[in-house]
């Protein structure tokens, strides 16, 4: 997490935020099942901060369901992925812009691996757009 100023720490999440966010690398650097044991707890603190303080981490808990649907695309497990991609738009959906762009192309790349190719090219086609309205 940047530090922007000697407030950051007491800032309410902080430090939780950062802890999910070290889960977030640390996951990155195992492969196999303690890579998705990691992802999972990274997800469960996240859904803890997200209902202890609603309206505040969506998009942090959108980025860790991104991050895992992608582990488990790695995985080939397919359809375990799926859901947590569509999660990530729908709870990106209400923000907008990049967030939601990366939870729609996340979920294009699992649906073009689960070979339903039209719904996949749909959720790129809205990536897309969504992409070109930010610019």
């Known amino acids: 997490m940047t530090r922007n ?4 720490a007491t800032r309410k999440g902080s430090v939780e935020t950062a802890e999910i966010e070290g889960l977030l690398a640390f996951a990155a650097t195992r492969r196999g099942k303690a890579r998705l044991n990691v992802m999972s ?3 469960a603190k996240c859904r803890a901060l997200v209902r202890k303080s609603p ?8 980025h860790c369901l991104r991050t895992s649907s992608r582990m488990l695309l790695d ?6 992925a799926l859901p947590a991609a569509q999660e990530a738009v729908a ?8 967030p939601l762009a990366a939870a729609l192309m996340c979920l ?18 809205e990536a897309d757009a969504v992409i070109g309205k930010s610019d």
């Open 75 to 80: 995985e080939r497990r397919l359809t375990q």
């Open 91 to 98: 709870l990106t959906r209400r923000c907008g812009g990049p």
């Open 55 to 62: 309206g505040q981490h969506e998009v942090l808990l959108a």
């Open 5 to 8: 100023g000697p407030d950051d």
């Open 41 to 43: 707890e990274a997800i």
């Open 108 to 125: 294009g790349n699992v649906l073009e691996a689960l070979n339903r190719f039209s719904e996949a090219a749909a959720a790129m086609a």
